[in-house]
């Protein structure tokens, strides 16, 4: 599995630097469809609790937040977030009247936090790529941050499982296999990498150590939020779509809180 890990990283990492580069179509059209697969998962997986979040009120509400995020000129922002939420509340209130689901109250809260999560959070890769000022270099160093210290993390868990270093769980209700050690490691290499790549980039070295401490540091917490989902709904991956990476859900988890992050400390420091 690892040697199966590895090679699939080595095929899409280069796409994925390709199309943040080069933004514009190429890297709204690209995570848009990785996000929107992301939904139909999120729907399928709380429908595993028992829970119904239709995709056809999901995935348009989602689409609006990204289409919002890419072309911020329209003004769609804050009217699209709350028309969405609000279309979301209408439909709960109808199922209920029609006594189309036994489990409303939740099936409501869980559609706003997925129009949330995955529409307003995913709505910053768009926002992150737009800046003006290095626009695509925040948001590769962003990414390459989590990935790299998700990486680096599995790696070092996975080398020192068995070992005393390697016993310490962070989460073994949760994510079981995940250790202190092994995040540690991410920490570390993740903001190394990104320190290392900015300097080859001319991005600010200091911002850039920042951004990847921050991230590499913050972001597993949306791995964990969906690990809380799957180990509730009995499933290992939200999908298939990465094949031994999981879904597009598990690819996404962190990296909406790492675009986010980096979007609100690029205009903190300008």
């Not at 199966?4 to 630097?17: C, E």
């Not at 709960?92 to 409303?104: D, G």
């Not at 972001?219 to 499933?235: H, M, N, Q, T, Y």
């Not at 094949?243 to 809180?257: E, K, Y």
Request: aromatic share 12%; net charge positive.
């Amino acid at each position: 599995m690892f040697i199966q890990r590895a090679l699939l990283t080595l095929i899409l990492l280069p796409f994925a630097i390709f199309v943040i580069v080069k933004g514009d179509w190429y890297f709204f059209l690209f995570m848009s469809a990785i996000i929107l697969v992301g939904s139909v998962e999120y729907s399928r997986l709380l429908g595993r609790l028992g829970w119904r979040i239709p995709i056809g009120i999901l995935g348009p509400a989602v689409l609006l937040q990204l289409i919002a995020g890419q072309w911020p000129q329209l003004g769609l922002g804050e009217p699209a977030l709350a028309i969405s939420l609000m279309v979301a509340m209408a439909f709960c209130l109808w199922s209920y009247e029609k006594r189309e689901s036994k489990t409303v109250p939740a099936d409501w809260l869980a559609m706003m936090a997925g129009i949330l999560f995955l529409g307003w959070l995913g709505s910053h890769f768009f926002r992150l790529r737009g800046l003006s000022d290095m626009g695509w270099q925040w948001t590769l160093l962003a990414m390459l941050s989590t990935w790299m210290a998700d990486s680096a993390a599995y790696v070092v868990g996975k080398f020192l499982t068995g070992n005393v270093l390697g016993r310490h769980k962070l989460s073994p209700r949760l994510s079981p296999n995940k250790t202190i050690e092994g995040y540690l490691g991410g920490v570390v290499f993740g903001t190394s990498v990104t320190v290392i790549v900015a300097a080859s980039i001319d991005f600010p070295v200091v911002v850039a150590m920042f951004l990847g401490l921050i991230v590499s540091i913050l972001s597993p917490l949306g791995d964990l939020g969906i690990s809380l989902l799957k180990r509730e709904a009995d499933v290992k991956d939200s999908g298939a779509l990465f094949f031994q990476h999981g879904g597009a859900l598990d690819r996404t988890d962190s990296l909406v809180w790492s675009v986010t992050l980096a979007y609100y400390l690029a205009l903190l420091v300008g």
